[in-house]
């Protein structure tokens, strides 16, 4: 037990690192790397069951006591994100699938790594909770409306099929984990520092057969592409702090919804956009998943240097 819990610390603070080699794996061996495709839909179910552990009822109090600074927060991020990603994809007249992606990217709810982005950010981790879990608990209805009215142009958006995937990959998992927690809560402490290996595992392994699955796409769109994964993740990251800032919210506050806005479960736009368009469609998720993970690493390390604004700031992120 003392093993794997290295492990998953070894697993948990490498995942950026970790990621990166599975897209290169996925380069270095396409066809072997395409035949783990089948099992995207299924590893992200687990990598959300997993979240559902990690959740309790206490985790949704913060919406009760700061109700403004959640709802601001959500309504950014499926706002900022589906549009930014959506502009992009047609400033740099991104092909109708990868148009598709983008925006499946942007109308997806938060990461899985986010919370623990926050952490090391010295931001406002309950205010990351409670954003994750409640723009996943609205991403079956959101997502597929986001979808089909900046997409649907550009090719047919099946949204009611759309809802029923995400019931089946997300709400059902995330219900699901927090029951288990709910029942069964002294044995799921003693597992929880695991669950970092089983959230990077999946997301290495999904990253692997989507860029192995897509290898020539990679190599011919690869810059391009990788340009608007990289404008949106930043501009996601950029205007979730303006956002904070212009509702007044404290630095910890702004620091939360700044990673909330900016990293997505882009695990799930893989999943959806593998199941209901082409594998050229999850391409973006795939390349947003190894870049949202390096660019918040990086900027977790900036701000855990940089203190603070003042005594309540202080206290707020510890």
Same mark, same amino acid.
């Given at each position: 037990?003392?093993?794997?819990?290295?492990?998953?610390?070894?697993?948990?603070?490498?995942?950026?690192?970790?990621?990166?080699?599975?897209?290169?794996?996925?380069?270095?061996? &396409? /066809?072997?790397?395409?035949?783990?495709?089948?099992?995207?839909?299924?590893?992200?179910?687990?990598?959300?069951?997993?979240?559902?552990?990690?959740?309790?009822?206490?985790?949704?109090?913060?919406?009760?006591?700061? &109700?403004?600074?959640?709802?601001?927060?959500?309504?950014?991020?499926?706002?900022?994100?589906?549009?930014?990603?959506?502009?992009?994809?047609?400033?740099?007249?991104?092909?109708?699938?990868?148009?598709?992606?983008?925006?499946?990217?942007?109308?997806?709810?938060?990461?899985?790594?986010?919370?623990?982005?926050?952490?090391?950010?010295?931001? /406002?981790?309950?205010?990351?909770?409670?954003?994750?879990?409640?723009?996943?608990?609205?991403?079956?209805?959101?997502? &597929?409306?986001? %979808?089909?009215?900046?997409?649907?142009?550009?090719?047919?958006? /099946?949204?009611?099929?759309?809802?029923?995937?995400?019931?089946?990959?997300?709400?059902? &998992? %995330?219900?699901?984990?927090?029951?288990?927690?709910?029942?069964?809560?002294?044995?799921?402490?003693?597992?929880?520092?695991?669950?970092?290996?089983?959230?990077?595992?999946?997301?290495? %392994?999904?990253?692997?057969?989507?860029?192995?699955?897509?290898?020539?796409?990679?190599? /011919?769109?690869?810059?391009?592409?990788?340009?608007?994964?990289?404008?949106?993740?930043?501009?996601?990251?950029?205007?979730?702090?303006?956002?904070?800032?212009?509702?007044?919210?404290?630095?910890?506050?702004?620091?939360?919804?700044?990673?909330?806005?900016?990293?997505?479960?882009?695990?799930?736009?893989?999943?959806?956009?593998?199941?209901?368009?082409?594998?050229?469609?999850?391409?973006?998720?795939?390349?947003?998943?190894?870049?949202?993970?390096?660019?918040?690493?990086?900027?977790?390390?900036?701000?855990?240097?940089?203190?603070?604004?003042?005594?309540?700031?202080?206290?707020?992120?510890?």
């Amino acid at each position: 037990m003392a093993l794997m819990m290295r492990i998953a610390a070894f697993a948990s603070r490498w995942f950026a690192v970790l990621i990166l080699l599975g897209a290169a794996a996925g380069l270095a061996a &396409p /066809d072997q790397a395409a035949r783990l495709a089948p099992a995207i839909t299924v590893l992200l179910g687990v990598i959300m069951f997993g979240m559902g552990l990690t959740l309790r009822a206490a985790d949704f109090a913060i919406v009760a006591r700061r &109700p403004q600074a959640v709802l601001m927060g959500v309504a950014a991020q499926f706002l900022v994100m589906p549009l930014a990603g959506y502009g992009i994809a047609v400033l740099l007249q991104l092909p109708p699938l990868l148009v598709v992606g983008m925006v499946l990217v942007g109308a997806s709810p938060g990461g899985t790594a986010s919370n623990v982005i926050v952490y090391l950010a010295r931001g /406002d981790v309950a205010l990351s909770v409670a954003m994750t879990s409640i723009s996943t608990l609205l991403a079956p209805v959101l997502t &597929p409306l986001l %979808v089909l009215w900046l997409a649907g142009s550009s090719l047919p958006v /099946d949204a009611g099929g759309l809802f029923v995937s995400i019931l089946q990959i997300v709400l059902g &998992p %995330v219900v699901a984990g927090l029951i288990v927690r709910a029942v069964a809560g002294a044995f799921v402490r003693r597992v929880l520092p695991l669950l970092p290996l089983l959230s990077v595992g999946g997301i290495v %392994v999904v990253v692997m057969a989507i860029v192995g699955a897509n290898a020539e796409a990679v190599l /011919d769109t690869g810059a391009l592409l990788a340009l608007a994964v990289v404008v949106h993740n930043a501009l996601g990251l950029a205007l979730g702090y303006a956002a904070g800032r212009a509702g007044g919210l404290p630095e910890s506050a702004r620091r939360a919804v700044s990673i909330e806005v900016g990293m997505q479960n882009s695990g799930l736009a893989v999943a959806l956009a593998a199941a209901h368009f082409a594998p050229l469609a999850a391409l973006p998720g795939a390349l947003f998943s190894v870049w949202h993970n390096m660019s918040g690493s990086l900027i977790a390390t900036v701000w855990a240097r940089r203190a603070l604004g003042g005594a309540k700031e202080r206290a707020a992120a510890s």
